[in-house]
Antibody, heavy 121, light 112 residues
Protein backbone atom coordinates (compact mmCIF):
# COMPACT_ATOMS: atom_id res chain seq x y z
CA UNK A 1 0.00 0.00 0.00
CA UNK A 2 1.29 3.41 -0.96
CA UNK A 3 1.87 5.69 2.00
CA UNK A 4 2.97 9.30 2.00
CA UNK A 5 3.59 11.12 5.24
CA UNK A 6 4.46 14.78 5.32
CA UNK A 7 6.25 16.54 8.16
CA UNK A 8 8.09 19.75 8.89
CA UNK A 9 5.21 22.18 8.95
CA UNK A 10 4.69 24.68 11.70
CA UNK A 11 4.50 28.32 12.65
CA UNK A 12 7.16 30.54 11.08
CA UNK A 13 7.63 34.28 10.92
CA UNK A 14 7.44 36.16 7.62
CA UNK A 15 10.78 35.95 5.88
CA UNK A 16 11.62 32.70 7.60
CA UNK A 17 12.38 29.26 6.21
CA UNK A 18 11.04 25.73 6.54
CA UNK A 19 11.90 22.39 5.03
CA UNK A 20 9.00 20.04 4.44
CA UNK A 21 9.59 16.32 4.12
CA UNK A 22 7.46 13.54 2.69
CA UNK A 23 8.37 9.98 3.64
CA UNK A 24 7.20 7.55 0.98
CA UNK A 25 6.64 3.81 1.28
CA UNK A 26 4.84 0.99 -0.47
CA UNK A 27 6.28 1.66 -3.92
CA UNK A 28 9.59 2.03 -5.73
CA UNK A 29 10.27 5.68 -4.99
CA UNK A 30 12.70 6.43 -7.82
CA UNK A 31 10.26 5.16 -10.43
CA UNK A 32 7.73 7.94 -9.99
CA UNK A 33 7.60 11.70 -10.26
CA UNK A 34 6.42 13.55 -7.19
CA UNK A 35 4.85 16.90 -6.42
CA UNK A 36 3.73 19.33 -3.76
CA UNK A 37 0.21 20.79 -3.83
CA UNK A 38 -1.07 23.24 -1.25
CA UNK A 39 -4.43 24.40 0.03
CA UNK A 40 -4.86 27.66 1.88
CA UNK A 41 -7.47 27.58 4.67
CA UNK A 42 -10.94 27.40 3.15
CA UNK A 43 -9.54 27.66 -0.37
CA UNK A 44 -8.97 25.42 -3.36
CA UNK A 45 -5.98 23.43 -4.52
CA UNK A 46 -2.80 25.04 -5.87
CA UNK A 47 0.02 23.10 -7.48
CA UNK A 48 3.39 24.21 -6.05
CA UNK A 49 6.22 22.09 -7.47
CA UNK A 50 6.95 18.94 -9.47
CA UNK A 51 10.05 16.76 -9.76
CA UNK A 52 10.72 13.92 -12.17
CA UNK A 53 11.71 10.47 -10.97
CA UNK A 54 15.44 11.09 -11.02
CA UNK A 55 15.23 14.77 -10.17
CA UNK A 56 16.46 15.96 -13.55
CA UNK A 57 13.32 17.97 -14.28
CA UNK A 58 11.82 20.40 -11.79
CA UNK A 59 8.97 22.83 -12.24
CA UNK A 60 7.53 25.51 -9.97
CA UNK A 61 4.45 27.67 -9.69
CA UNK A 62 5.12 31.32 -10.38
CA UNK A 63 3.94 32.18 -6.88
CA UNK A 64 6.87 30.31 -5.30
CA UNK A 65 9.54 30.37 -8.00
CA UNK A 66 12.86 31.56 -6.64
CA UNK A 67 11.78 30.98 -3.05
CA UNK A 68 11.29 27.22 -2.91
CA UNK A 69 13.23 24.19 -4.06
CA UNK A 70 11.90 20.67 -4.54
CA UNK A 71 14.28 17.77 -4.16
CA UNK A 72 14.28 14.05 -3.47
CA UNK A 73 16.53 11.47 -1.85
CA UNK A 74 16.02 8.00 -3.27
CA UNK A 75 18.16 6.41 -0.56
CA UNK A 76 15.65 7.64 2.00
CA UNK A 77 12.53 7.48 -0.21
CA UNK A 78 11.86 11.05 0.82
CA UNK A 79 10.64 14.14 -1.00
CA UNK A 80 11.52 17.60 0.23
CA UNK A 81 10.37 21.17 -0.20
CA UNK A 82 12.76 23.86 1.01
CA UNK A 83 10.81 27.04 1.51
CA UNK A 84 12.55 30.39 2.01
CA UNK A 85 11.43 34.01 2.30
CA UNK A 86 8.05 32.81 3.50
CA UNK A 87 5.06 35.12 3.20
CA UNK A 88 1.65 35.19 4.84
CA UNK A 89 0.14 33.96 1.58
CA UNK A 90 2.19 30.76 1.85
CA UNK A 91 0.03 29.73 4.80
CA UNK A 92 -1.57 26.45 3.72
CA UNK A 93 -1.84 22.73 4.15
CA UNK A 94 0.93 21.25 2.01
CA UNK A 95 0.24 17.90 0.37
CA UNK A 96 2.82 15.53 -1.04
CA UNK A 97 1.52 13.69 -4.10
CA UNK A 98 2.78 10.74 -6.11
CA UNK A 99 2.38 10.87 -9.85
CA UNK A 100 1.51 7.90 -12.04
CA UNK A 101 4.69 7.96 -14.11
CA UNK A 102 8.29 9.08 -13.98
CA UNK A 103 7.82 12.44 -15.60
CA UNK A 104 5.17 14.62 -17.22
CA UNK A 105 2.26 14.75 -17.39
CA UNK A 106 1.44 14.92 -13.70
CA UNK A 107 -1.30 12.63 -12.51
CA UNK A 108 -1.61 12.62 -8.75
CA UNK A 109 -2.68 9.09 -7.87
CA UNK A 110 -1.74 9.16 -4.19
CA UNK A 111 -1.74 11.94 -1.63
CA UNK A 112 -0.48 12.32 1.90
CA UNK A 113 -2.57 13.80 4.73
CA UNK A 114 -0.68 17.09 4.51
CA UNK A 115 1.41 19.26 6.82
CA UNK A 116 0.25 22.69 7.91
CA UNK A 117 2.44 25.75 7.38
CA UNK A 118 1.44 28.98 9.10
CA UNK A 119 3.35 32.14 8.30
CA UNK A 120 2.61 34.77 10.90
CA UNK A 121 4.35 37.16 13.25
CA UNK B 1 -1.08 30.43 -17.75
CA UNK B 2 -4.11 28.28 -18.49
CA UNK B 3 -7.10 29.45 -16.49
CA UNK B 4 -9.63 26.84 -15.38
CA UNK B 5 -13.25 27.64 -14.57
CA UNK B 6 -15.95 25.40 -13.18
CA UNK B 7 -19.71 25.56 -12.86
CA UNK B 8 -21.74 25.43 -10.82
CA UNK B 9 -20.02 26.57 -7.65
CA UNK B 10 -22.41 24.53 -5.54
CA UNK B 11 -24.56 21.57 -6.50
CA UNK B 12 -27.14 20.13 -4.10
CA UNK B 13 -28.39 16.78 -5.34
CA UNK B 14 -30.95 14.24 -4.20
CA UNK B 15 -29.56 10.74 -3.63
CA UNK B 16 -30.02 8.59 -6.69
CA UNK B 17 -30.27 11.54 -9.05
CA UNK B 18 -27.65 12.45 -11.66
CA UNK B 19 -25.19 15.32 -11.34
CA UNK B 20 -23.09 17.15 -13.88
CA UNK B 21 -20.14 19.51 -13.43
CA UNK B 22 -18.66 21.64 -16.16
CA UNK B 23 -15.01 22.61 -16.50
CA UNK B 24 -13.59 24.99 -19.07
CA UNK B 25 -10.02 25.92 -19.88
CA UNK B 26 -8.71 29.12 -21.41
CA UNK B 27 -6.67 27.10 -23.92
CA UNK B 28 -7.16 23.76 -25.61
CA UNK B 29 -5.92 20.85 -23.48
CA UNK B 30 -5.52 18.55 -26.47
CA UNK B 31 -1.99 17.13 -26.50
CA UNK B 32 -0.17 15.89 -29.59
CA UNK B 33 -0.77 12.37 -28.29
CA UNK B 34 -4.46 12.87 -28.99
CA UNK B 35 -5.35 12.90 -25.32
CA UNK B 36 -6.85 15.82 -23.46
CA UNK B 37 -4.72 16.54 -20.41
CA UNK B 38 -7.62 17.18 -18.05
CA UNK B 39 -8.02 15.36 -14.78
CA UNK B 40 -10.75 15.37 -12.15
CA UNK B 41 -10.16 15.13 -8.39
CA UNK B 42 -12.56 14.77 -5.50
CA UNK B 43 -11.80 16.07 -2.04
CA UNK B 44 -14.19 14.55 0.47
CA UNK B 45 -14.78 16.45 3.71
CA UNK B 46 -11.74 16.30 5.95
CA UNK B 47 -9.77 14.19 3.49
CA UNK B 48 -6.97 14.61 0.99
CA UNK B 49 -7.91 14.84 -2.68
CA UNK B 50 -8.24 11.68 -4.74
CA UNK B 51 -7.94 11.17 -8.47
CA UNK B 52 -11.20 10.30 -10.18
CA UNK B 53 -10.70 10.77 -13.91
CA UNK B 54 -7.58 11.28 -16.02
CA UNK B 55 -7.03 12.46 -19.59
CA UNK B 56 -10.61 13.57 -19.70
CA UNK B 57 -12.43 10.27 -19.64
CA UNK B 58 -10.47 7.42 -18.03
CA UNK B 59 -11.55 6.37 -14.56
CA UNK B 60 -8.77 5.98 -12.02
CA UNK B 61 -8.30 2.68 -10.25
CA UNK B 62 -11.15 1.85 -7.89
CA UNK B 63 -13.45 4.65 -9.06
CA UNK B 64 -17.06 3.47 -9.41
CA UNK B 65 -18.48 3.38 -12.93
CA UNK B 66 -21.20 5.88 -11.99
CA UNK B 67 -18.48 8.51 -12.57
CA UNK B 68 -17.72 9.45 -16.15
CA UNK B 69 -15.76 12.18 -17.85
CA UNK B 70 -16.17 13.63 -21.31
CA UNK B 71 -15.20 16.56 -23.44
CA UNK B 72 -12.36 17.79 -25.57
CA UNK B 73 -10.39 20.92 -26.26
CA UNK B 74 -11.62 23.49 -23.78
CA UNK B 75 -14.94 22.07 -22.56
CA UNK B 76 -15.20 19.13 -20.19
CA UNK B 77 -17.88 17.50 -18.09
CA UNK B 78 -17.88 15.20 -15.10
CA UNK B 79 -21.08 13.22 -14.65
CA UNK B 80 -22.31 11.14 -11.77
CA UNK B 81 -25.09 8.89 -12.99
CA UNK B 82 -26.66 8.36 -9.56
CA UNK B 83 -25.31 10.35 -6.66
CA UNK B 84 -24.63 8.50 -3.43
CA UNK B 85 -24.04 9.96 0.02
CA UNK B 86 -20.33 9.10 -0.19
CA UNK B 87 -19.94 11.33 -3.26
CA UNK B 88 -20.24 14.57 -1.30
CA UNK B 89 -17.25 16.86 -1.40
CA UNK B 90 -15.51 19.34 -3.64
CA UNK B 91 -14.70 18.36 -7.20
CA UNK B 92 -11.75 19.96 -8.95
CA UNK B 93 -10.62 19.80 -12.54
CA UNK B 94 -6.93 20.25 -13.26
CA UNK B 95 -5.07 20.84 -16.49
CA UNK B 96 -1.90 18.80 -16.84
CA UNK B 97 -0.90 20.05 -20.28
CA UNK B 98 1.60 22.70 -19.32
CA UNK B 99 3.20 24.33 -16.33
CA UNK B 100 2.01 25.90 -14.20
CA UNK B 101 -0.51 23.11 -13.69
CA UNK B 102 -3.75 24.75 -12.67
CA UNK B 103 -6.85 23.64 -10.85
CA UNK B 104 -10.37 24.91 -11.25
CA UNK B 105 -11.93 26.68 -8.26
CA UNK B 106 -13.96 23.62 -7.33
CA UNK B 107 -17.60 22.56 -7.27
CA UNK B 108 -19.12 21.59 -3.95
CA UNK B 109 -21.54 18.69 -4.19
CA UNK B 110 -23.79 17.94 -1.26
CA UNK B 111 -26.95 15.99 -0.57
CA UNK B 112 -30.28 17.81 -0.43
Amino acid sequence: EVQLLESGGGLVQPGGSLRLSCAASGFTFDTYAMAWVRQAPGEGLEWVAFISKHGSDRYYADSVKGRVAISRDSSKSTLYLQMNSLRAEDTALYYCAKSSSGNLPPRFVSWGPGTLVIVSS
Amino acid sequence: DIVMTQSPVSLPVNPGEPASISCRSSQSLLHTTGFNYLDWYLQKPGQSPQLLIYVGSYRASGVPDRFSGSGSGTDFTLKISRVEAEDVGVYYCMQALQTPFTFGPGTKVDIK
